[in-house]
Nanobody, 124 residues
Framework: QVQLVESGGGLVQAGGSLKLSCAAS????????MGWFRQAPGKEREVVAA????????YYADSVKDRFTISRDNGKNTVYLQMNSLKPEDTAVYYC?????????????????WGQGTQVTVSS
């Protein structure tokens, strides 16, 4: 069982930055692939970024490439999402997710554990 707690969301102006954190419970964090997803009102949940167990492989949605960076610190059981050059269309609830696999996972349906989400609002 893994519990995930996101933090770092908030209100920011367009062009600004935020860094989200997701702290995981348990002693086997390094055995999990991690992902960040987001869901805007009236829209489906979509993948933002994903990272494999070691951090050696990453994935980004086209909409966030070159603006967002996913990273992890297995010693701190934490995955991060650095978001730069934020746009109003980045406004959403952001969720982190974990799946016990060593490969990169980009599909929401494959993730077993989810956090409660953190709101990110970008004003124009």
């Amino acid at each position: 069982q893994v519990q995930l707690v996101e933090s770092g969301g908030g209100l920011v102006q367009a062009g600004g930055s935020l860094k989200l954190s997701c702290a995981a419970s348990g002693r086997t964090f390094s055995s999990y692939a991690m992902g960040w997803f987001r869901q805007a009102p009236g829209k489906e949940r979509e993948v933002v970024a994903a990272i494999n167990w070691s951090g050696g492989s990453t994935y980004y949605a086209d909409s966030v490439k070159d603006r967002f960076t996913i990273s992890r610190d297995n010693g701190k059981n934490t995955v991060y999402l650095q978001m730069n050059s934020l746009k109003p269309e980045d406004t959403a609830v952001y969720y982190c997710a974990a799946d016990r696999t060593l490969v990169l996972v980009t599909t929401a349906g494959h993730y077993e554990y989810w956090g409660q989400g953190t709101q990110v609002t970008v004003s124009s």
